[in-house]
Structures are given as structure tokens and as C-alpha cells.
T-cell receptor, first 110, second 114 residues
Framework: EDQVTQSPEALRLQEGESSSLNCSYT??????LFWYRQDPGKGPEFLFT???AGEEKEKERLKATLTKKESFLHITAPKPEDSATYLC???????????FGTGTRLQVTL | SAVISQKPSRDICQRGTSLTIQCQVD?????MFWYRQQPGQSLTLIAT?????????ESGFVIDKFPISRPNLTFSTLTVSNMSPEDSSIYLC???????????FGQGTRLTVV
């Protein structure tokens, strides 16, 4: 069974203080690993798809990386508007569904 | 990416009643899914909505409780039947299509059962 574990559960950063979120996964053949951002009361917003180990994707202050066992979401010089819950999910080559982790709640303060 | 409209956005319902949630997509999509997100929790897949046939339910979810329809490639409904307070959650519609692997989500329906 596919499994996704995210850490930490919650992270509080000061504006400009860079950090990384971790997503460890177990999957029977990775079709894709996905990062989403979710604001309170809203549906998840798609950020990145990573397909193979060594792949990296960037968007503004966010950079996602992938190894064979985990993915990192690096946040460089975060701003208060980056505060949200960040969700990681995987899809295996044998399934159509996504398996989600429990998320990391990020709070960025001034 | 697809534009997904979910209705209603929120509702407060009496226990024992049923609520039908609609999901409309602005383009034809390959797959449609329904998720539940309980307070403070992550997303749990309820079922895959199959066009023209019965939905495929995940372990712990049954058709009598969560009947799903998908009459065409752009529309689906999820009904939460005989509701109890434990059904209070956010229900999310998700779609995959257009040759991509990522899923896109609607804004969700916040359901409170009293």
C-alpha cells in the first residue's frame, strides 16, 4: 500500500527565514509526486509534479526536489503570504488515485 | 488547468437528511474523484466517479451512504445520505485530464451536520 509521511506537522518561520519541508514516500512504482498548497476553507492548489529522482522544479520562492525515497519543498526567504498547509501526494504506476500525506502547516510571521 | 465549480460551497444540515453536492468542470476530463477532508486532517479518497457506470469505492466507503453519479465527462454528483454529525467534513471534487498526471481540485463543500 502506498504511504506518504510529511514532516514537520507544523512550522513557524520569520519572514526571510528559509527552511525545508519533507515528504517521505513508499510506492510500488512512482508515476508522479505532487505538491499542493491549501489555504483554510479552500481546495488544494497544485504547485508541482515530480516524476523521477534528481528532478527539480521551481516557482517563485518554492523549489521542489525528489529522491527515490523522499521529496523536499524548499522555501527561500518566505513571506507571510506563503502561510498555508502544504500537502504532498503520490500516484503509483498501478493506480489512478492520489495518496496524500497529512500536510505541513506553515506560518510565516513578520 | 481545468476550472472546477462545486456547489454548494457550504451547508448546515439536520441529521438523518441527505445532501447532494455537484461538481461541474469546464472541459472534458478523464477521471473525477471525490475526497473527504475531516477537520484538521488530510484528504481521504471516497471514490472514483466512472462515466456511465458505477463508481469505484475505497475501503470504508459504501454506495448506500455515498451514492455517486457521473452522467458525462464534465459533471458528477456526490450524495451524503442519512447524515450524522460524524459526516461533518469538507467534501472535495478532483479531476485529472488532458494528458497530464496532476489532479486539480474544486473549492470544496463545507458540510456541518447538526
Amino acid at each position: 500500500e502506498d504511504q506518504v509521511t510529511q514532516s514537520p506537522e507544523a512550522l513557524r518561520l520569520q519572514e526571510g527565514e528559509s527552511s525545508s519541508l519533507n515528504c517521505s514516500y513508499t510506492v510500488s512504482g512512482l508515476r508522479g509526486l505532487f505538491w499542493y498548497r491549501q489555504d483554510p476553507g479552500k481546495g488544494p492548489e497544485f504547485l508541482f509534479t515530480l516524476y523521477s529522482a534528481g528532478e527539480e522544479k521551481e516557482k517563485e520562492r518554492l523549489k521542489a526536489t525528489l529522491t527515490k525515497k523522499e521529496s523536499f519543498l524548499h522555501i527561500t526567504a518566505p513571506k507571510p503570504e506563503d502561510s498555508a498547509t502544504y500537502l504532498c501526494a503520490v500516484r503509483s504506476i498501478t493506480a489512478s488515485k492520489l495518496t496524500f500525506g497529512t500536510g505541513t502547516r506553515l506560518q510565516v510571521t513578520l | 488547468s481545468a476550472v472546477i465549480s462545486q456547489k454548494p460551497s457550504r451547508d448546515i444540515c439536520q441529521r438523518g437528511t441527505s445532501l447532494t453536492i455537484q461538481c461541474q468542470v469546464d472541459s472534458q476530463v478523464t477521471m473525477m474523484f471525490w475526497y473527504r477532508q475531516q477537520p484538521g486532517q488530510s484528504l481521504t479518497l471516497i471514490a472514483t466517479a466512472n462515466q456511465g457506470s458505477e463508481a469505484t469505492y475505497e475501503s470504508g466507503f459504501v454506495i448506500d451512504k455515498f451514492p455517486i453519479s457521473r452522467p458525462n465527462l464534465t459533471f458528477s454528483t456526490l450524495t451524503v445520505s442519512n447524515m450524522s454529525p460524524e459526516d461533518s467534513s469538507i467534501y472535495l471534487c478532483s479531476v485529472v485530464g488532458g494528458g497530464v498526471t496532476e489532479a486539480f481540485f474544486g473549492q470544496g463543500t463545507r458540510l456541518t451536520v447538526v
